[in-house]
């Protein structure tokens, strides 16, 4: 299975909306609403952000949102923080019944 | 609140078995409805899935791994346990425990992780 595609790279400024997105194939994104996406500072574990596309976690910001068409997914940060400065990754369920992630996008508040 | 902790040796020979343990506190994990799985990444690069295992024992793998991974259950010690044979530097990585909702994408929490080199 190969890795879903993400920009490496997405920078904005203090109080700007970016988006990262996450293609896919319809073997896995365009299959199925069960995309989640994680936050991962330096050092640490990955958080859980969005899941099954849009929803949202107990104690997630409501700056986090997430929606999907097609064979990509997207995962929009609004009213951008410094502390949102971290890796973002995808991940989504495939038609074999197993799990692929992006290759990461590294977040940078300028 | 539920909490996850990986353990296991830090070095592991090329060739050798990499055995880490998951240890589950604050629930069971005999729980019916959720996934628990192994995920893992190489130092300074992105994030793999491993493989995960349902309440019932059904597992699923990475098929790049499925060959040379495993993963089961200890309900007695409430512990998930992945065994990766034949490894190489390449396998040299953090590894990280999750649980996953069963029908959804919602994998939470996970464990702090634990690095494993591969090195003779």
Redesign the interface.
């Known amino acids: 299975q190969s890795a879903l595609t993400q920009p490496a790279s997405v920078s904005g400024s203090p109080g700007q909306s970016i988006t990262i997105s996450c293609t896919g194939t319809s073997s896995d994104v365009g299959s199925h609403n069960y995309v989640a996406w994680y936050q991962q500072h330096p050092g640490k574990a990955p958080k859980l952000m969005i899941y099954d596309v849009s929803n949202r976690p107990s104690g997630v910001s409501n700056r986090i949102s997430g929606s999907k068409s097609g064979n990509t997914a997207s995962l929009t940060i609004s009213g951008l923080q410094v502390e949102d400065e971290a890796d973002y990754y995808c991940n989504s369920y495939t038609s074999s019944s197993t799990w692929v992630f992006g290759g990461g996008t590294k977040v940078t508040v300028v | 609140q539920l909490q996850l902790q990986e353990s296991g040796p830090g070095l592991v020979k090329p060739s050798e078995t990499l055995s880490l343990t998951c240890t589950v506190s604050g629930g069971s994990i005999r729980i019916k409805g959720y996934y628990w ?1 192994w ?1 893992r990444q190489p130092p300074g690069k ?4 491993i ?2 295992i349902y309440h019932t024992g059904s597992t ?5 791994l499925k060959s040379r991974v495993t993963i089961s259950v200890d309900t007695s010690k409430n512990q998930l346990s992945l065994k990766l044979t034949s490894v190489t530097a390449a396998d040299t990585a953090v590894y ?1 425990c999750a649980r996953r909702n069963g029908g ?5 929490p ?4 634990t690095l494993v080199t591969v090195s003779s």
């Open positions: 799985g995920i992105g994030l793999e899935w493989g995960n699923n793998y990475n098929p790049s990280y959804t994408s919602q994998s939470d996970w464990g702090q992780g």
